[in-house]
């Protein structure tokens, strides 16, 4: 059995562990609620975006854009594959940083499948822990951009979501789409469903297809159908609005990630004060005993000595 100066230091130890874990916790929930802020004011304009996309795209209105994907084309499975990956910049938040890797992987996998070679995928690593695995894994990420105001890296969006650089992410991606350097683009990210569900995703973000966004078109309760008046036309607005519906939807993602990574260290921040607070009171229990035990070891010697 550990002597009472080890299983005392043991409890200080783990009582150690667990303010850090406790104060992780507290500064993870704080920037979750600041994520679920972000993600509330945001939706209501990605939902109206993708409303009056929805509703253009249902009049079946004839449009020219090179980021679509109709019916009669075809990928071009020779052009190379652009891959974004979303993870985080730390770790202690489970298995957050793991799916993302692995859904790379199996990514990878798949598109080896259709004979795309690595030199064919460039991959967009959004977070310290997806740069590093990818660079173990032979490839070689793009971590920064240079803009017009200046350089960001990637990194910087991981910890924090700005939306002037993720614009000019989106930007780039969809400049090399548009000029035939790239024929698919991917993102691969946490979906924010609730504190406790972040479920990995794997979008393909280019080209974009238009049954996604393509609803029935339904009269309203007065016998009226939802038409619009659109100057210039129809196709001149549906083509400016497919850029902004894009860039939007990679902020969405990224956001989504934000706040899917502090609501797992959240929960792993828990988890772990809650072991932290088991461990100290089964310490405790057995201090107690060993302390107990060592009293009752020097009355006896003491009685013992005294009968002789």
Same mark, same amino acid.
């Given at each position: #059995?550990?002597?009472?100066?080890?299983? %005392?230091?043991?409890?200080?130890?783990?009582?150690?562990?667990?303010?850090?874990?406790?104060?992780?916790k #507290?500064?993870?929930?704080?920037?979750?609620?600041?994520?679920?802020?972000?993600?509330?004011? #945001?939706?209501?304009?990605?939902?109206?975006?993708?409303?009056? $996309?929805?509703n253009?795209?249902?009049?079946?209105?004839?449009?020219?854009?090179?980021?679509?994907?109709? *019916?009669?084309?075809?990928? =071009?499975?020779?052009?190379?594959?652009? @891959?974004?990956?979303?993870?985080?910049?730390?770790?202690?938040?489970?298995?957050?940083?793991?799916?993302?890797?692995?859904?790379?992987?199996?990514?990878?996998?798949d598109?080896?499948?259709?004979?795309?070679? &690595?030199?064919?995928?460039?991959?967009y690593a959004?977070?310290?822990?997806?740069?590093?695995? $990818? %660079?173990? #894994?032979d490839?070689?990420?793009?971590?920064?951009?240079?803009?017009?105001v200046?350089?960001?890296?990637?990194?910087?969006?991981?910890?924090?979501?700005?939306?002037?650089?993720?614009?000019?992410? *989106?930007?780039?991606?969809?400049?090399?789409?548009?000029?035939?350097?790239?024929?698919?683009?991917?993102v691969?990210?946490?979906?924010?469903?609730?504190?406790?569900?972040?479920?990995?995703?794997? =979008?393909?973000?280019?080209?974009?297809?238009?049954?996604?966004?393509?609803?029935?078109?339904?009269a309203?309760?007065?016998?009226?159908?939802?038409?619009?008046? @659109?100057?210039p036309?129809?196709?001149? $607005?549906?083509?400016?609005?497919?850029?902004?519906?894009?860039?939007?939807?990679?902020?969405?993602?990224?956001?989504?990630?934000?706040?899917?990574?502090?609501?797992?260290?959240?929960?792993?921040?828990?988890?772990?004060? &809650?072991?932290?607070?088991?461990?100290?009171?089964?310490?405790?229990?057995?201090?107690?005993?060993?302390?107990?035990?060592?009293?009752?070891?020097?009355?006896? =010697?003491?009685?013992?000595?005294?009968?002789?």
């Amino acid at each position: #059995m550990a002597s009472l100066k080890e299983i %005392k230091s043991r409890i200080g130890s783990v009582q150690g562990t667990r303010k850090v874990t406790s104060a992780m916790k #507290m500064v993870s929930s704080a920037k979750l609620h600041k994520a679920q802020g972000m993600i509330t004011s #945001m939706l209501p304009y990605q939902s109206s975006l993708d409303n009056i $996309v929805s509703n253009f795209l249902s009049g079946e209105t004839p449009f020219n854009s090179p980021y679509v994907l109709k *019916a009669e084309d075809k990928i =071009d499975p020779s052009k190379k594959v652009a @891959v974004i990956v979303m993870s985080s910049n730390s770790s202690l938040c489970g298995a957050f940083n793991y799916n993302a890797i692995r859904e790379f992987m199996s990514l990878v996998l798949d598109l080896k499948g259709d004979m795309v070679t &690595d030199e064919q995928i460039d991959v967009y690593a959004v977070g310290k822990k997806v740069e590093d695995a $990818v %660079k173990k #894994m032979d490839f070689k990420p793009v971590t920064s951009l240079k803009t017009a105001v200046g350089e960001f890296t990637f990194q910087s969006l991981a910890a924090k979501p700005d939306y002037k650089n993720v614009f000019a992410l *989106a930007d780039h991606i969809l400049r090399q789409y548009a000029e035939g350097i790239i024929g698919r683009v991917y993102v691969i990210y946490h979906h924010f469903k609730s504190s406790a569900s972040q479920k990995i995703r794997r =979008d393909l973000y280019l080209p974009l297809e238009i049954a996604q966004y393509k609803k029935e078109q339904k009269a309203t309760a007065e016998g009226f159908l939802n038409n619009y008046i @659109v100057e210039p036309s129809v196709a001149e $607005v549906i083509e400016s609005l497919m850029p902004q519906l894009l860039k939007q939807k990679l902020y969405t993602c990224l956001t989504d990630s934000y706040a899917s990574e502090h609501a797992a260290r959240t929960i792993a921040m828990q988890v772990a004060t &809650d072991n932290a607070d088991d461990l100290i009171q089964e310490l405790t229990v057995l201090y107690n005993k060993s302390r107990q035990q060592a009293i009752t070891a020097e009355l006896l =010697d003491i009685v013992a000595g005294s009968a002789q």
